[in-house]
């Protein structure tokens, strides 16, 4: 029963999107598990390039199925502006192709203004969101007030209970937070028109993928963000609010974990983050400008959800340690390795050190990593421009070597390098 997870061993941004289509070729059916509209996976075959945020990325091939499953908080809104923009595309995408678990729960304008809120709360302790409403709707999950997928099925008990629930976000806004209410009327009828709509793709996605996996269909589980943004395992409290590791394809989706063939991290060559938290190899200056780029083109370093430019700095291999132990990984795929080229010389954070020593693993997971200063390895960089190279015999000796040296680091083997944002600029690493 061949499940197949891709996760991001980083702060998001690992180029997930781009792995995911490239895994799809072999996959029957690809599975979200956790997060939002938070997510953004960019998907580039030729000239087209694809943003997404809550369809799995492997809907583009024709042959896939895509499912969200019971870990996501699903805006109604972008899903169907996104679905829309996949039908204009060409790719179909109706209750055949696409499953909604019914236990998934429902982002409202309300969930939205309260994020917004409360950041402001927050002041210069923000952790930089990206305003989708995602925490507030976890929120309610976990205190068992949220609205759920299945509610939309029943047309006259949904209007009362997202009536109650943005009376419930109104007095919150007005009294907890001092800012104005919004008017309910046109957001009750706005969710009853995307019920209708919805309520075609709703169904049982567990039960479904338990069948689909007994048929021996291969399922590809979509990691969104990174294990660094988990809420149990990443620098708490700078963190989204679900479980991203590979852990969490199981309550996500709602299927045990002996299907599990492989878990795939997703790295980038270098780290990045966007909004707040630690982040001890964060660089500026002009590394950091060559690593983020300006952004003209569509895979320099800005957020592909809020267009924020990310903070770069040089790959962290003790967090990529760390990765491998929560996700128990078994291979990665490295990206943005041409992004490297013209540098003089990389280097790679190996250990920590404070006044007690070096460290060689975060000692309290990364939620007090801001206390460490990195020790560097220094490798040599390259020249030549990698993005027209698809054989690991015709990469320069120091980008193999750099390849070979994130392995020695990781404990993983690396399976691909990424040269280019195009579906066909990778090349594959023997072992
Ligand atoms: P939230 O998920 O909108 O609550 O944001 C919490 C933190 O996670 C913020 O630092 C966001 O910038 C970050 N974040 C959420 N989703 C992504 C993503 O898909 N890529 C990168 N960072 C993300």
């Known amino acids: 029963m061949p499940l197949k997870i891709l996760v991001g061993t980083q702060w998001g941004d690992e180029g997930k999107g781009r792995i995911i289509d490239l895994l799809s070729a072999q996959a029957d059916i690809i599975a979200r598990y956790n997060g939002g509209d938070n997510a953004g996976h960019t998907v580039t075959i030729k000239d087209k390039t694809f943003k997404l945020h809550l369809i799995p990325s492997g809907i583009i091939h024709e042959h896939t199925l895509g499912i969200l499953g019971n870990g996501l908080v699903i805006n109604p809104k972008s899903l169907l502006t996104e679905i829309m923009m996949l039908q204009d595309a060409g790719i179909t995408v109706d209750p055949e192709r696409l499953k909604i678990s019914f236990a998934a729960h429902l982002i409202t304008p309300g969930h939205i203004a309260l994020d917004r809120a409360r ?95 007994h048929e021996g269909k291969q399922v590809l589980a979509e990691g969104a963000q990174g294990v660094l943004l988990d809420v149990d395992h990443g620098s708490y409290p700078f963190v989204t609010s679900s479980n991203v590791t590979a852990t969490g394809v199981f309550t996500g989706l709602g299927i045990g974990i002996t299907p599990v063939e492989n878990v795939i991290g997703a790295t980038k060559a270098f780290q990045s983050r966007v909004g707040a938290g630690p982040f001890p190899t964060e660089l500026d200056g002009e590394v950091a400008l060559h690593l983020r780029g300006s952004g003209s083109k569509p895979w320099d370093e800005f957020g592909t959800t809020t267009g924020r430019p990310r903070r770069v700095g040089w790959l962290d291999g003790v967090l990529l340690r760390y990765a491998r132990r929560v996700n128990g990984l078994t291979d990665l795929v490295l990206t943005k390795l041409d992004v490297l ?13 404070d006044e007690n020593g070096e460290t060689a693993l975060p000692p309290m997971g990364v939620s007090q990593i801001e206390q460490y200063q990195p020790v560097y390895t220094t490798l040599p960089g390259w020249q030549e421009d990698l993005m027209g190279v698809r054989k690991w015999d015709d990469l320069p000796d120091n980008a193999q070597n750099y390849v070979r040296f994130v392995e020695e680091i990781s404990g993983v083997k690396v399976m691909l390098a990424s040269v280019g944002p195009e579906r066909s600029q990778v090349v594959e690493v023997p072992a």
């Not at 007030?145 to 629930?165: A, N, Q």
């Not at 957001?187 to 479904?208: M, Q, R």
């Open 119 to 213: 950041e402001v709360l927050l002041g210069k302790g923000q952790i930089g969101t990206t305003g989708r409403g995602i925490g507030p709707t976890y929120t309610d999950k976990i205190s068992r007030k949220g609205l759920r997928m299945v509610d939309m099925l029943d047309l006259s008990l949904f209007e009362e209970k997202i009536k109650i629930h943005l009376e419930k976000v109104n007095r919150e806004l007005l009294y907890n937070f001092q800012t104005t209410a919004f008017d309910i009327d046109p957001v009750v009828e706005e969710y009853l028109a995307y019920a209708k709509v919805l309520k075609d793709y709703i169904v049982d996605t567990g039960a479904f993928l338990d069948i689909a996996l």
């Open 341 to 353: 080229r013209g540098l003089p010389e990389i280097k790679v954070c190996t250990a920590y050190k």
